[in-house]
């Protein structure tokens, strides 16, 4: 214990005693005494910098301390920012969190704040604070603002009557990305009166770094009209309430966004929305922009220190009223939140799966209600668990149908890859009937995409000397083939080894690629469609920094076929796209999870859903190896309705979510045998609770993990079951304090509604 007292006992803290959280991984906090000097600045939600065991931390004020008797508090040293950066509602809001997902409140605070920048972090180290937060250089642009009233000229050149067409569209225009032809007219119409010229800081964040056209107010369709007025109506009474928006792929979600988004701030309101993957949606960004200008904080894992310092402050003192980002977002200090969007409610990314592991979409709703706001949670395929609160009246559901103009679905032909042999390119994953419709779009001029979710050249490699498999010497998965790199790599522990390299069981250099990934599948295709300008979209191809760059090929028409994994599913509206190509269907179905066959139909839906946003029909051509299955022949209907009464039946009887609540129970050691050990005893613990002991709590396991082994640590799980959440978090407390008390070299952790069972 450090030289402030745990706060566990003692007598009611005078006012200048505080509770600070530390960054620590502990679920309590210590007592500090404030100084006269810095009694007015610290409050609730202050940044501090106070002694722990003999050097300077950064903390948290949680509220007033306690003081124990005979024991003398050390001093609060330094308060780290100008302000407070939690509200008390925000405050209390990541406290309600930090309870229900059995986490520390300082790693929670710490994962909510902006970070402390590198001059604090070293004057912290050095024994010393840093008053100042992160400071920026400002990029000033120049632009040019069209004079409102101002006579224009009665002869203009036609380089200045172009300019002067493209204020229709932008409020203002960036001297930089205006050709030199352009530049020259702008000069002479600011000489002239008609323009003005000012230099302006400019965000150096990627989605600001381009003008946008200002888009105005789109004349919704009945449905969308329908659903906008449920929403309007709630924000203008200031009601808590939450709507299930489920509108079918290109059905217009985003204008309901937009346009709702509008209602809260004429009421005064702040706006948070909420996306699976910023990085992989620019274009909602743009839409964004151009309804409502610059006046955004776009919170993403691509920001430096100071950006996101930025930011958070702009939004903390009223500046920006709109927040968009991704699961971290749901922690920005948005000021008087009115309305939250959770767009593609059901994404699994919503889940933080290391450290403190919250679901964003159920903290939305959380936090939604805390703040008296509205929440939107909008899919095309709605994730069980919101569509039974749908069904039990506890989110209003909103429904749309249909595409804005009548453009119908896409037409869906499922492929028997067991009975149907390759196409022309001897490849069996490319079949015939594939082939033939990627030929056909080619010749409409029409654009294809092409899922497969496997990233590099082939999945495995086995050795043709001795018939092994050759797998990551420190996990129990197989090595992958990237062809393009000359490597073999592990896609859990980023392990590699050169192309080539000999056999690790027999030592012949027989390793032969085995399987098809998009890296393969792009060079099959090179080779059969010779004249189609053809890309790849995948996790290599976003790692150097090529993402951006090929989404806007595909919208600008200059790719003709684009393969990719899960990334070409996701937000991307190419209106171009007329076919859309499932390689492989089953690859998710397989998975040891009760929830593959929803992930599988929500893939399946969402990948289809990318055909057929333009002018022309989309069609859709699934190959799977089993074409009967629920999940397969519910997304070639279009069938949300029938799958999720198939799939809740099935849970039910199993007790699975949203027919019960699980906490899982996650155990990892160097050695198998201490792993083992420590997850028996962690089961024992479990079984152990009154809530087991009565049958009100099942206990699952322990047992491997499906992969044992990642990162050369054997992993054990155990799974907690049961109707009532309480039950079950009561069962988890008792196992995280025997955690808490020591495992020896075992390492354990406890995910309280977790989403992915490998």
Same mark, same amino acid.
């Given at each position: 214990?450090?030289?402030?007292?745990?706060?566990?006992?003692?007598?009611?803290?005078?006012?200048?005693?505080?509770?600070?959280?530390?960054?620590?991984?502990?679920?309590?906090?210590?007592?500090?005494?404030?100084?006269?000097?810095?009694?007015?600045?610290?409050?609730?939600?202050?940044?501090?910098?106070?002694?722990?065991?003999?050097?300077?931390?950064?903390?948290?004020?949680?509220?007033?301390?306690?003081?124990?008797?005979?024991?003398?508090?050390?001093?609060?040293?330094?308060?780290?920012?100008?302000?407070?950066?939690?509200?008390?509602?925000?405050?209390?809001?990541?406290?309600?969190?930090?309870?229900?997902?059995?986490?520390?409140?300082?790693?929670?605070?710490?994962?909510?704040?902006?970070?402390?920048?590198?001059?604090?972090?070293?004057?912290?180290?050095?024994?010393? $604070?840093?008053?100042?937060?992160?400071?920026?250089?400002?990029?000033?642009?120049?632009?040019?603002?069209?004079?409102?009233?101002?006579?224009?000229?009665?002869?203009?050149?036609?380089?200045?009557?172009?300019?002067?067409?493209?204020?229709?569209?932008?409020?203002?225009?960036?001297?930089?990305?205006?050709?030199?032809?352009?530049?020259?007219?702008?000069?002479?119409?600011?000489?002239?009166?008609?323009?003005?010229?000012?230099?302006?800081?400019?965000?150096?964040?990627?989605?600001?770094?381009?003008?946008?056209?200002?888009?105005?107010?789109?004349?919704?369709?009945?449905?969308?009209?329908? *659903?906008?007025?449920?929403?309007?109506?709630? =924000?203008?009474?200031?009601?808590?309430?939450?709507?299930?928006?489920?509108?079918?792929?290109?059905?217009?979600?985003?204008?309901?966004?937009?346009?709702?988004?509008?209602?809260?701030?004429?009421?005064?309101?702040?706006?948070?929305?909420?996306?699976?993957?910023?990085? =992989?949606?620019?274009?909602? $960004?743009?839409?964004?922009?151009?309804?409502?200008?610059? *006046?955004?904080?776009?919170?993403?894992?691509?920001?430096?220190?100071?950006?996101?310092?930025?930011?958070?402050?702009?939004?903390?003192?009223?500046?920006?009223?709109?927040?968009?980002?991704?699961?971290?977002?749901?922690?920005?200090?948005?000021?008087?939140?009115? =309305?939250?969007?959770?767009?593609?409610?059901?994404?699994?990314?919503?889940?933080?799966?290391?450290?403190?592991?919250?679901?964003?979409?159920?903290?939305?709703?959380?936090?939604?209600?805390?703040?008296?706001?509205? $929440?939107?949670?909008?899919?095309?395929?709605?994730?069980?668990?919101?569509?039974?609160?749908?069904?039990?009246?506890?989110?209003?559901?909103?429904?749309?149908?249909?595409?804005?103009?009548?453009?119908?679905?896409?037409?869906?032909?499922?492929?028997?890859?067991?009975?149907?042999?390759?196409?022309?390119?001897?490849?069996?994953?490319?079949?015939?009937?594939?082939?033939?419709?990627?030929?056909?779009?080619?010749? !409409?001029?029409?654009?294809?995409?092409?899922?497969?979710?496997?990233?590099?050249?082939?999945?495995? =490699?086995?050795?043709?000397?001795?018939?092994?498999?050759?797998?990551?010497?420190?996990?129990?998965?197989?090595?992958?083939?990237?062809?393009?790199?000359?490597?073999?790599?592990?896609?859990?522990?980023?392990? *590699?080894?050169?192309?080539?390299?000999?056999?690790?069981?027999?030592?012949?250099?027989?390793?032969?690629?085995?399987?098809?990934?998009?890296?393969?599948?792009?060079?099959?295709?090179?080779?059969?469609?010779?004249?189609?300008?053809?890309?790849?979209?995948?996790?290599?191809?976003?790692?150097?920094?090529?993402?951006?760059?090929?989404?806007?090929?595909?919208?600008?028409?200059?790719?003709?076929?684009?393969?990719?994994?899960?990334?070409?599913?996701?937000?991307?509206?190419?209106?171009?796209?007329?076919?859309?190509?499932?390689?492989?269907?089953?690859?998710?179905?397989?998975?040891?999870?009760?929830?593959?066959?929803?992930?599988?139909?929500?893939?399946?839906?969402?990948?289809?859903?990318?055909?057929?946003?333009?002018?022309?029909?989309?069609?859709?051509?699934?190959?799977?190896?089993?074409?009967?299955?629920?999940?397969?022949?519910?997304?070639?209907?279009?069938?949300?309705?029938?799958?999720?009464?198939?799939?809740?039946?099935?849970?039910?009887?199993?007790?699975?979510?949203?027919?019960?609540?699980?906490?899982?129970?996650?155990?990892? *050691?160097?050695?198998?045998?201490?792993?083992?050990?420590?997850?028996?005893?962690?089961?024992?613990?479990?079984?152990?609770?009154?809530?087991?002991?009565?049958?009100?709590?099942?206990?699952?396991?322990?047992?491997?993990?499906?992969?044992?082994?990642?990162?050369?640590?054997?992993? !054990?799980?155990?799974?907690?079951?049961?109707?009532?959440?309480?039950?079950?978090?009561?069962?988890?407390?008792?196992?995280?304090?025997?955690?808490?008390?020591?495992?020896?070299?075992?390492?354990?952790?406890?995910?309280?509604?977790? $989403?992915?069972?490998?």
């Amino acid at each position: 214990m450090s030289e402030a007292a745990d706060t566990a006992v003692g007598r009611p803290a005078p006012a200048d005693v505080v509770l600070v959280a530390l960054h620590l991984p502990v679920r309590h906090g210590w007592s500090y005494r404030v100084p006269e000097r810095l009694a007015e600045q610290v409050m609730p939600g202050t940044r501090v910098a106070v002694p722990f065991r003999g050097r300077p931390m950064p903390g948290f004020v949680l509220g007033p301390g306690t003081a124990p008797e005979g024991k003398k508090l050390a001093e609060v040293i330094a308060v780290l920012d100008a302000q407070p950066l939690f509200d008390p509602p925000l405050l209390k809001f990541l406290g309600e969190a930090a309870d229900y997902y059995l986490h520390p409140i300082g790693e929670v605070l710490r994962a909510a704040a902006p970070p402390l920048d590198a001059e604090a972090l070293t004057a912290l180290r050095k024994g010393g $604070v840093a008053l100042k937060g992160p400071r920026a250089k400002a990029q000033r642009v120049r632009v040019y603002v069209r004079v409102e009233g101002a006579t224009l000229p009665a002869r203009l050149g036609p380089q200045q009557k172009a300019l002067l067409a493209r204020f229709e569209a932008s409020s203002e225009l960036v001297h930089d990305e205006l050709p030199a032809e352009a530049r020259a007219a702008a000069a002479a119409l600011v000489r002239r009166g008609v323009l003005t010229e000012s230099l302006r800081e400019r965000s150096p964040d990627r989605f600001f770094r381009s003008s946008v056209e200002r888009d105005a107010r789109r004349t919704p369709t009945a449905e969308q009209a329908a *659903a906008i007025a449920a929403i309007d109506g709630a =924000l203008r009474a200031g009601a808590r309430q939450s709507f299930l928006l489920h509108g079918v792929t290109g059905s217009g979600k985003t204008e309901v966004y937009l346009q709702t988004i509008e209602t809260a701030l004429a009421e005064g309101r702040g706006a948070l929305v909420l996306v699976p993957e910023i990085a =992989l949606t620019p274009q909602l $960004v743009g839409r964004f922009r151009a309804r409502f200008g610059d *006046a955004l904080a776009v919170l993403h894992s691509g920001l430096s220190d100071v950006e996101r310092a930025a930011f958070w402050r702009a939004l903390r003192r009223g500046a920006v009223k709109i927040a968009i980002g991704a699961r971290s977002a749901v922690f920005a200090p948005v000021p008087a939140l009115g =309305l939250v969007v959770v767009d593609e409610e059901h994404d699994g990314s919503y889940k933080q799966e290391e450290g403190f592991r919250y679901h964003a979409r159920d903290l939305a709703l959380l936090r939604a209600h805390r703040a008296g706001a509205v $929440v939107v949670l909008g899919s095309a395929t709605p994730s069980l668990e919101s569509w039974e609160l749908g069904q039990r009246g506890q989110h209003q559901l909103l429904t749309m149908t249909r595409r804005p103009e009548e453009r119908p679905l896409p037409t869906v032909q499922i492929v028997d890859l067991g009975r149907m042999g390759p196409g022309p390119s001897g490849e069996k994953l490319l079949s015939l009937p594939l082939h033939r419709a990627l030929q056909e779009t080619l010749e !409409q001029g029409g654009q294809a995409i092409l899922f497969l979710n496997r990233r590099g050249f082939a999945p495995s =490699l086995r050795c043709e000397a001795c018939g092994e498999s050759e797998a990551c010497p420190n996990c129990s998965v197989a090595l992958v083939a990237h062809r393009r790199a000359r490597a073999m790599r592990c896609h859990y522990c980023d392990f *590699a080894a050169p192309e080539g390299t000999a056999c690790s069981r027999c030592g012949e250099p027989a390793l032969v690629a085995i399987g098809t990934g998009t890296e393969r599948l792009e060079g099959t295709l090179e080779a059969q469609f010779p004249s189609a300008r053809i890309a790849r979209l995948d996790r290599d191809v976003a790692a150097h920094g090529g993402l951006e760059s090929v989404l806007e090929r595909a919208r600008q028409g200059e790719i003709d076929i684009l393969v990719g994994t899960q990334m070409v599913t996701k937000g991307h509206d190419l209106p171009g796209v007329t076919l859309v190509g499932v390689i492989l269907a089953d690859q998710s179905l397989f998975f040891p999870d009760f929830r593959a066959a929803e992930r599988t139909f929500q893939l399946l839906s969402q990948v289809a859903g990318r055909a057929g946003r333009g002018d022309k029909p989309g069609r859709v051509v699934v190959q799977t190896y089993q074409p009967q299955h629920p999940a397969v022949l519910a997304a070639q209907r279009h069938d949300h309705l029938g799958f999720v009464t198939h799939e809740l039946a099935e849970r039910s009887e199993l007790g699975y979510p949203p027919h019960g609540r699980l906490a899982a129970v996650r155990i990892d *050691a160097e050695d198998r045998a201490e792993a083992e050990q420590a997850a028996n005893l962690l089961a024992e613990v479990a079984r152990s609770t009154p809530e087991v002991e009565s049958a009100r709590v099942e206990v699952l396991g322990p047992a491997p993990a499906p992969i044992e082994r990642v990162r050369s640590r054997y992993r !054990q799980r155990l799974l907690v079951r049961g109707a009532d959440r309480r039950h079950v978090r009561a069962v988890a407390r008792a196992v995280l304090e025997r955690i808490e008390a020591g495992l020896g070299k075992a390492r354990a952790s406890v995910d309280v509604d977790p $989403v992915s069972m490998l």
